[in-house]
């Protein structure tokens, strides 16, 4: 086995797990209501499908051409398991999925129980979503589990707007990646684990290929201990400059930091100098309308306001979010404390962008649960007012249905959207088993 400089893997194995032979390997299912959507990897172009409801042991077997299959005429509200052997008689792993309704159209799924990503995790997490400058759509995504490594990310891409989605590649080691268009290339803004190193990774190649990620800042690798934190929230340009929100702390810790990151628009994002931090700011219990019990703010949106201030607004509390004001003449100076505003999405991970209109738009769950997800508006991002529900499953319970960390960008007066969506027997509304895309538009 040789070295490699890559950041992408297509797809990633853990070293101990690569030999010579390359099995044929699923790399994305979409589940439906009696049929799922199958991709898989894997040499030639003849392979064998073989299913069964799950711990009944009764295959089933197809031939299959090529690298894609529809497998219908499945039960509703059943599980599955599959597999795929190629024509030198390699198996994949076994897969898991469930049939059932479904919300939007799925990117991804992965299946609560299903062990493929068990080094990272085995929940789909971070959604980010970029619509390149020919049209096309990419969707990232990472595995997650509570107290697991977290450290692969998985790239799709569409190119009819959102309609189909294949896969493109594994990014590994990349976590909470945000993904943005600079300089005519693609960028990935992550970090190699929960809580690790602050990484930063270009593609030439609209995705296919990644270059060894740079190291902006480095964490603790370690969830009881303070280090990197932030999640794909927006690339601002503003002041000659790209910001984005990141913190430094920890929920074992209980209190996190928070800075804006920012580069000159001119240079180079691989060169990690070239990258500047805000002194990080500890949360204050003396802040007007500060609550004692909350440790920071965390998944900051970085914004720029009517009159150009440059600002983070921090995801705070039930209906509350909290700004921070930076000097976009001296990006490494500390951010001041600005206010803490009433805001209805501020107790999960919200996304607020600008509109071509001036007006902005957030993005995210009202109080309490997370089943249902809302569009917001402002003029001066102090005073929101709802536009409208653009899901609402409010006949769930809370604890097993989710429609959350919200990605979007605009294309005129459309929105397109990602979401981090906890659905059809989830393992709760947390963890998630599906990434699904979504529009709408900025009406009523």
Known sequence: MKGYDNWNHRPYYPADQLSGSVNPYICRLAPGKDHCEIEWLGDGESFQLQYSERGKNSWNAIAVEGHEYLLEGLEENTEYELLLTDSNHRNSNIR??????KVGII???LHPEDKQYGFS?????????????????LASMDVFASNAPQNLTLLFRSDDDGLHWHYVTDIFPCFWGKMFWH?????????????????????????ISWSAPAVILRGSSFSQENGNHRAPTVILKSHGRLWT???YGSWSKKTFAASLLSIDEQADPMVSSNWTLTDFVKPCQDWPDSEAEVSGGIEGNAVE?????????????DNKALILKAEPNSPEEAMSFNKIIHFPVGHTKFEIVRHCSG???ALGNPSPGRNILALY???????WTKVKQLINHSECSIKEAGFQYPVFCFRKNEILLLSRTAWNHAHNFHDSNFITFHKTDITQ
Do not use: H
């Open 96 to 101: 898991l999925l469930r049939t059932g309704s």
């Open 107 to 109: 990117v991804n799924y």
């Open 121 to 137: 995790g085995q929940y789909l997490c971070s959604p980010s979503l970029l619509l390149l400058p020919d049209g096309t759509l």
């Open 183 to 207: 300089q005519n290339k693609l960028f990935m803004l992550g970090v190699s684990r929960e809580y690790g190193d602050l990484l930063i990774g270009c593609s030439s190649d609209y995705g």
């Open 245 to 247: 929100g990141t913190e």
């Open 305 to 317: 306001l009517p009159d150009g201030t440059v600002v983070d607004i921090l995801r705070y509390s």
């Open 359 to 361: 007006v902005y738009y």
């Open 377 to 383: 508006s402002s003029d001066d991002c102090i005073t």
